[in-house]
């Protein structure tokens, strides 16, 4: 195997010589000129539905036990910790090591700047 760099600066305009139309422009224009492609037929459509509905009746009709829900925007559910602990794995603290990273650019500055004879306190943002 060779691995090298490869510019990755991708350009639509310049590398077509013409800007991208969105998907929408894209889904009007189809519709005007009749062109179906991108489109499910009504049949299609109801087929989907055939096998998807009975799932949801289910569902519906069935409320999951044990279900490990959780809030939105919290970290999850208990269950997927233990999940991870059962490998000797655990989640990343995202939140926590971005707070660690500014605190300990803060430190380094303000030990920078009592070397060079000023005080420095930063302020909570």
Not at 24 to 45: I, K, S
Request: hydrophobic fraction near 40%; include cysteine.
């Amino acid at each position: 195997m060779k691995l090298g760099l490869v510019n990755m600066d991708f350009d639509y305009a310049r590398d077509f010589g013409a800007s991208h139309s969105t998907g929408y422009e894209r889904l009007l224009y189809d519709c005007m000129v009749g062109d179906a492609t991108l489109f499910q037929r009504a049949d299609m459509v109801e087929a989907g539905w055939s096998v998807i509905q009975p799932l949801l009746d289910v569902w519906k009709a069935l409320p999951a036990r044990g279900f490990p829900n959780y809030p939105s925007g919290s970290w999850g559910p208990k269950e997927a910790d233990d999940l991870m602990e059962r490998d000797g794995r655990a989640w990343r603290d995202i939140e926590m090591e971005e707070f660690a990273a500014r605190n300990s650019a803060r430190h380094q500055r303000r030990k920078l700047d009592l070397h060079k004879g000023r005080v420095w306190w930063p302020i909570a943002t």
